[in-house]
């Protein structure tokens, strides 16, 4: 059976990335929920997509010039789903106290050495506190973010995000000891889901808000689906 994966909690049906998004999976019934992490200024993992703020919140400037307590203040439920009420952006500490879900895809976007190590660390010191290990996996299209999760967190699953076929991701996966590949639905061909279902690697397919495509990718044999709307999912896969 195909998985489902809420895409930023839910970002089709509320703002993304927000503690109200994330409960808006869980009524779904999905239990499980892909998110974006960036470092604020004082090493606190805040789940935000973009390094800058414009977007979600309207305010300038970028994630890592803010310390988290800052951060919180912001509503960042800008340019989504009509909201009535404010919703900050979330710590990750924050996420895993509120929310129950069995396993969290928690993607590092691309990070320098020395970044990309305090990322990787900071997601196994809050996987340890919350006794997550097992529910999370740390997944990235970045070659430094996967290097040092593998070298410095091997405790923790690792998922390559593959957008681009111009490198062959299940070489990519391999080479990094991936156990998934969180692959655009753009590249699932039945052949290359195969290969790499051969190779020992779940995939996960994104963003999938179609249900003609859900369907499609569910009889393809996908692991799972990561979509903005979970209810339909949910309607289009279970109903």
Known sequence: MTLIYGHRGAKGEAPENTLAS?????????????????????????VIHDPTLKRTTGVRGKVVEHDAAELIQYDA????????RPCPIPRLEDLFEQCRFEHWQLEVKSAS???????????????????????????????????AARELTPQL??????????????????????HLLALNWTLCTPERLLKAQKQGLHVSVWTVNEPALMRRLADFGADSIITDFPG??????RG
């Open 22 to 46: 994330f409960q808006r999976c869980l009524e779904h019934g999905v239990n499980r929920c892909e998110l974006d992490l960036h470092l604020s200024r004082d090493g606190e993992l805040m």
């Open 77 to 84: 439920r800008k340019g989504g789903p009509g909201w009535v």
């Open 113 to 147: 050495k020395v970044r990309a190590a305090r990322t990787v660390l900071a997601i196994a010191e809050l996987a340890e506190r919350f006794g997550l290990r097992e529910q999370i996996t740390i997944t990235s299209s970045s070659r430094e973010v996967l290097k």
């Open 157 to 178: 699953q690792l998922g390559l995000v593959a957008e681009y076929a111009w490198l062959d991701p299940l070489k990519v996966a391999a080479h990094y000891d991936c």
């Open 232 to 237: 339909l999912a949910v309607q289009t896969l």
